[in-house]
């Protein structure tokens, strides 16, 4: 966009251009027809804080321009201004080359001066969409959108994008725009009719940019059986943990008290038991000892006094068969007693008292 307009001190000329574009900045004159030899041309920037700074100059036969290394490579004339065409050309274009350029042009005691207001415009940056909110029905959800960058002022346009034939464009009936914030729709008691794709426009002078976010509206009932059911499987899987826990516990303990039990020494186990034997061939041999003392007494006394003494003396102690059980030990068994016979008994000698 250019627009001209005339003062008392020249020309003035309003440019706007977008930024990374190519700009050309007018400046026209006729002195340098006469005499090129006393030609000098000037081009200054004020920015916008006050600052001024030399952009390019001719004089002497010779151009300066790479003044800035800001503007260096980017900036030079645009056409012969010696015969009369001094415009400025600069490319590509930054924020910083806004401001009002002066053109000041010299030659033999004579000035022609030209002015032009320079606005680089910046296109929006890429809007960042947001949405704050439960997607529930019956409930409310803001869309925030932004750009961090660009000219001002940025305008903001919420539409919704129809993916479906018979989809409408516009946003839903009880929708509300934040007039404060234009970036910001509020979606009010969403409905199942309210999902789907939601576009934000970012816009200015210099250009346009979009973002997009989607809409899922849920009933409440199936969000509980959602919920109940990750919860119902974080149960499990705890009680599940906590048999193995208990499993591992019980098999530790078992292997503890297998490795323990050889090493133990009871106090109060009792020691071993002396086991009571019934004699067999001993006990026998008493009983058949005495039934035949009996008889050789029986006989002795039949026949003589003298001879029943010695049967009498002759006849087994009666320390040997007064028990019926004798004790005996780990080692082994008691002796048995040795067998009297009634013939040794009458001819034994009897023997003093």
């Known amino acids: 966009m250019v627009s001209y307009y005339v003062g008392t001190l020249g020309t003035h000329t309003e440019i706007k251009r977008v930024a990374e574009e190519k700009v050309t900045l007018p400046c026209h004159h006729q002195l340098g027809l006469p005499e090129k030899d006393t030609l000098d ?3 200054l920037l004020t920015d916008n804080e006050g600052n001024q700074k030399v952009v390019i100059t001719y004089s002497s036969r010779h151009v300066y321009s790479n003044l ?66 439960e997607l529930t029905e019956g409930s409310d959800v803001t869309l925030q959108c932004e750009s961090a960058s660009g000219t001002k002022p940025i305008m903001y346009y919420w539409q919704r994008i129809r993916e479906k034939e018979g989809e409408d464009e516009h946003l839903p ?78 098999k530790d303990k078992e292997r503890y008290e297998e490795e323990e039990r050889p090493n133990e020494i009871r106090e109060d186990a009792e020691a071993p038991k002396a086991r009571l034997v019934k004699p067999s061939s001993s006990s026998s041999g008493s009983r058949s000892s005495r039934s035949g003392s009996s008889s050789t007494r029986s006989t002795a006394n039949s026949a003589s006094r003298s001879q029943r003494t010695l049967s009498t003396e002759a006849a087994p102690q009666p320390g040997l068969a007064t028990h019926a059980y004798s004790l005996v030990g780990p080692e082994g068994r008691a002796s048995e007693p040795k067998k009297v016979h009634h013939a040794t008994l009458t001819k034994a000698e009897p023997h003093p008292a």
């Open 41 to 43: 041309i000037e081009w």
């Open 68 to 133: 800035t290394e800001e503007q260096k490579g980017r900036v030079a004339f645009a056409s012969n201004f010696l015969a009369g065409d001094a415009s400025l050309q600069i490319e590509p274009l930054k924020p910083s080359d806004e401001g009002r350029y002066s053109c000041k042009v010299k030659n033999s005691g004579r000035y022609v001066w030209s002015h032009v207001i320079l606005k680089v415009l910046v296109r929006p940056s890429k809007p960042k969409c947001e949405l704050e909110g």
């Open 173 to 250: 009936p009880k929708s509300r725009i934040d007039y404060n914030n234009p970036g910001r729709v509020l979606l009010h008691n969403l409905t199942m009719a309210s999902s789907g794709l939601y576009q934000c426009t970012a816009g200015n002078e210099a250009g346009k940019e979009s973002c997009v976010v989607r809409v899922t509206v849920q009933y409440v009932q199936s969000i509980g059986m959602v919920a109940g059911a990750v919860t119902g499987m974080v149960a499990g899987a705890l009680l599940i943990f906590l048999l193995v826990w208990l499993l591992i516990r019980r």
